[in-house]
């Protein structure tokens, strides 16, 4: 299988990859510079990036704006009211002064007698779309990339669908003094059937792009225009039907929770520093994550400084270092602060950080799922903490639960061999990490078995975790890093933990337009983070070395 197309998906040709494929060097410079010849190219992207926004979500987004909204507008489409009034809250407070009439939410509500047979009205759920001014939009889109709250890219396709066939309809949620004239509509005609009155038809606003075009769906209530995409993963997907999702959720709460320790079958059984940095109070940021770091913080509780909560990686990305985590539970044992812990990179199966936090939190898009064709996170509260009454009732009042039911179905189906790829992928890893280091033109490999701070991650090692499939690698220059990186015959785009190898120039994607704030943390320019998958281990530790050696021409010449 092929990862090297520029702009393909990773894998290809899946329609709701989480990856996207950034071959060269080069291209991923470009990708951050904006270049056309990049971007044209561009037929994903991962979903939580700067430059792209998923088609299906733009799509249904632009159909939306059509419809109800006015020139110069944009809308953004979210899960629930809440999420769509924290969005418009966000634009407020950091945007310019704007009347009420400027942001507005539009929500679309299952119709009553809907004109076709193929929507699931017991699944279909409300979605609710803020109309803003488009010279907004740069600043909007921030709210969507650090906060992640909106809609997946299936349940966009799946509600765009229903809004085009009549299923959705709009109800008014307009705020007081707003302009109450436009009246609801069931999107463009040439998508309406049956007996709709509505005789409107909505033009495109010059400049959108044109919305997805959908067939019309044959007598027998078959649907000819559905993505051959989307026929694939129904088809060899092994999904189940989608009345199935409350208990492929509750399979992986209880896989994540440890009660599913086995390969089984469902019928047996966050940027946060800028998140921080945008809402709230603000932050202290320790980049280093070092025991000066905590002897400063430490310094700061004892002369009267206090914090609401600490959050750390366990290990981190993209330097694989571990914090004292026993040291950090007694400063908040002892000075009253919650203790956050993602523990992605190491993954539950690796390491147990649950005695030493408040809460453990985890990005199951990563190894827990693998295919990298579905997002979803998880939380867990540790009943021994002294927070759990405070934390769980909190969470019983506010927690939405948002998840999409297709994204429910397949994160299940995913993660249900997770135990055991997890102990291929740290062969894999320790594998590599030996093939680098051994090599002169190495400057540096960072991964938890070789770090300085491999104690602190031995003290919350399970007796037979291994040390995660993520490690990073430095050259001693750059013609060196590109030489390597364009060389290594994997996968090369955004994410982690997939069932493939997967590199990427990680500074050059997280933080382009901060390199010198980087730096200042050990994280090199240069730097390329590998993700290690489940290949065959004396095949995958042959391609590193043919890369090696290309570098080994470079320095000869």
């Known amino acids: 299988m092929s990862f090297n197309e520029l702009g393909q998906s990773i894998p290809p040709d899946t329609a709701h990859a989480v990856s996207v494929s950034l071959p060269t060097w080069k291209s991923n410079v470009g990708y951050e510079e904006g270049e056309e010849w990049v971007l044209s190219k561009m037929k994903t992207g991962y ?23 006015k020139a110069e507008e944009r809308a953004m489409v979210f899960p629930s009211h809440c999420v769509a009034s924290r969005f418009v ?20 509500v299952p119709s009553p007698h809907p004109k076709n047979g193929i929507m699931n009205m017991e699944t279909l759920a ?38 085009e066939e009549g299923a959705l309809s ?37 400049g959108r792009a044109p919305t997805q075009t959908y067939l019309e769906p044959e007598a027998n209530g078959t649907f000819e225009g559905r993505e051959y995409s989307q026929f694939i993963e129904e088809r060899f997907g092994r ?60 310094g700061r509780l004892k002369r009267g400084d206090r ?26 044992d002892k000075y009253g602060f919650a203790v956050v812990v993602d ?49 769980k009732d909190t969470l019983a009042a506010e927690y939405e639960d948002n998840y999409w039911a297709e994204d429910a179905i397949f994160m299940e189906r995913n993660s249900r061999d997770f135990v055991s790829r997890i102990d291929r992928i740290n062969v894999n890893a320790e ?25 602190c991650y031995e003290r919350c090692r399970n007796p037979n975790g291994g040390y995660g499939g993520l490690l990073s690698v430095t050259f001693f220059s750059t013609p060196e890093t590109v030489t390597f990186f364009d060389r290594l015959e994997t996968a090369k785009g955004p994410s982690l933990g997939t069932n493939f190898t997967l590199c990427c120039p990680f500074t050059l994607l997280a933080h382009y337009g901060e390199l010198e704030w980087a730096s200042q943390f050990g994280v090199e320019a240069d730097l390329i983070r590998i993700s290690v998958g489940l290949e065959e281990t004396s095949e995958l530790v042959m391609r590193f070395e043919r890369a090696l050696e290309a570098i080994a021409c470079l320095v000869i010449e």
């Not at 990490?433 to 104690?455: G, W």
């Open 89 to 108: 809250d966000f634009l407020k407070s950091h945007g310019p002064s704007l009347r009420p009439s400027e942001v507005r939410i539009v929500e679309l």
């Open 170 to 206: 709009e109800r008014k949620l307009a705020p007081a003094g707003a302009n109450n004239d436009s009246r609801p509509c069931k999107g463009p005609r040439r998508y309406q059937r049956g007996a709709s009155t509505d005789k409107t038809v909505a033009q495109p606003i010059a």
């Open 431 to 455: 594998a590599i990490c030996d093939v680098l280091k051994a090599h002169r033109r190495v400057k540096e490999v960072h991964y938890p078995k070789c770090s300085p701070t491999r104690s």
């Open 239 to 298: 999904n189940l039907d989608l009345s199935f999702v409350q208990n492929a959720k509750l399979a992986i709460r209880r896989r994540i929770a440890g009660s599913l320790t086995a390969d089984v079958d469902l019928k047996e059984a966050i940027n946060t520093l800028k998140i921080l940095q945008k809402w709230g109070p603000g932050c202290l940021f320790y980049g280093h994550g070092s025991s000066q770091d905590l002897d400063d913080l430490e």
């Open 307 to 332: 914090y609401l909560a600490l959050f750390c990686e366990f290990p981190s990305n993209p330097l694989l270092k571990s914090p004292d985590i026993e040291r950090i539970r007694l400063l908040a």
């Open 126 to 163: 409300k979605i609710y779309a803020a109309l803003f001014p488009e010279h907004l939009f740069k600043l909007a889109k921030s709210f969507w990339q650090h906060s992640g709250e909106g809609v997946s890219s299936r349940q966009a396709e799946f509600a765009h669908r229903a809004y």
């Open 343 to 391: 523990e992605t990179i190491g993954n539950f199966m690796n390491v147990h950080v649950l005695p030493f936090a408040d809460a453990v939190v985890s990005s199951l898009t990563k190894v827990f799922s693998g295919d990298s064709n579905v997002m979803g996170g998880s939380c867990v509260l540790n009943p021994g903490s002294p927070l759990y009454t405070l934390l």
């Open 47 to 69: 979903p939580r990036y700067e430059f792209y926004i998923h088609q299906c979500i733009a799509n249904f987004a632009d159909t939306i704006t059509a419809c109800h909204g």
